[in-house]
């Protein structure tokens, strides 16, 4: 990956983020509008709308460095583990969708329902074997794991702070972008590394000269 494309990479994921961040807040962050709204506001509005997107921006960059930081533990687990590395991902998936569970329901004083978190790890589950399924068609049967271990763990990781936050709104706007984020980088990666056709190569190529026809030849063709 060249410096052009990283930049373009980067500043992608970022808008992506924003994005999502914004398109998130509208649902859960209703009042927040409202309250700007009736009685309409112009400034206050713009104030709002960008502070959701900065928020998105942030959590898009938190996906970045996850993701990279994903690209260097894979790396790492198959030089230390190497052909048990697949089954060290989906021990350390079961893990982290147990931990999903478990860990904010017994911090939520049995405010919400056990269901509510199973339902949450299903869904994240769910949706990171979707991409990952896509990402395996895209590429190779190999790719499978470590995409799913990425949209379940690694998003699961960077997740953390917002589920720490009282309250869910935060934990809402803070998993979807990252999502999102997430998503796009693990599908497009294969696809900037792909090397660009030489088209210089192609038109320095000398076109061949017809060769020369001998005197025996001419005659030849004269008959």
């Known amino acids: ?12 994921t970022l ?3 924003g994005i999502a961040g914004l398109v998130t807040s509208f649902f859960v962050k209703t009042k927040s509008y409202t309250d700007v709204l009736n009685p309409f506001d112009f400034v206050d509005l713009i104030g709002v709308v960008i502070f959701f997107i900065g928020l998105g921006f942030v959590f898009s960059l938190i996906s970045q460095t996850g993701f990279f930081a994903y690209l260097f533990i894979n790396q790492f687990g198959l030089g230390m583990f190497r052909t048990l590395w697949p089954g060290v991902q989906i021990l350390l998936i079961a893990f982290v969708i147990f931990d999903l569970v478990y860990f904010p329901y017994s911090k939520s004083d049995n405010d919400s ?8 790890a299903v869904a994240i589950l769910i949706y990171g074997w979707i ?23 690694m998003t699961t990781v960077e997740w953390v702070p917002g589920l720490r936050t ?9 998993i979807i972008p990252l999502l999102a984020c997430n998503t796009y980088q693990l599908l497009i990666l294969h696809r900037i590394n792909q090397k660009e056709p030489n088209e210089k190569g192609k038109t320095n190529q000398k076109p061949k000269q017809p060769t020369k026809k001998t005197s025996h030849e001419n005659k030849n063709s004269k008959k």
Not at 1 to 12: A, D, I, P, Q
Not at 141 to 150: E, G, Q, T, Y
């Open 1 to 12: 990956m060249n410096s052009r494309k990283w930049v373009r990479f980067f500043f992608t």
């Open 15 to 17: 808008i992506i983020g």
């Open 113 to 120: 329902p056990l269901i509510v978190f199973i339902l949450i």
């Open 131 to 153: 991409i990952a399924k896509i990402k395996e068609k895209q590429t190779n049967k190999r790719a499978f794991i470590p995409s799913l271990f990425l949209m379940v763990v």
């Open 166 to 174: 009282s309250g869910t709104d935060y934990a809402w706007l803070m």
